[in-house]
């Protein structure tokens, strides 16, 4: 399953995350907001689930 969450939205799922406009990655985690992107148009991608067992 493919996660994506918009900046400032609360992640819903533990893990490393990719800023699909910079590159960037982050660990991002559950229930926490989501960093802002340096681009207009950023969406934070799943990469690595850390918690598969949820």
Do not use: F
């Given at each position: 399953?493919?996660?994506?969450?918009?900046?400032?939205?609360?992640?819903?799922?533990s893990?490393?995350y990719?800023?699909?406009?910079?590159g960037?990655?982050?660990?991002?985690?559950?229930?926490?907001?989501?960093?802002?992107?340096?681009?207009?148009?950023?969406?934070?991608?799943?990469?690595v689930?850390?918690?598969?067992?949820?």
């Amino acid at each position: 399953m493919v996660i994506k969450v918009k900046p400032g939205a609360k992640v819903p799922d533990s893990g490393i995350y990719k800023d699909m406009k910079t590159g960037i990655k982050s660990t991002l985690v559950k229930g926490e907001p989501a960093p802002p992107s340096q681009k207009k148009g950023g969406v934070w991608k799943q990469i690595v689930d850390t918690n598969p067992d949820n």
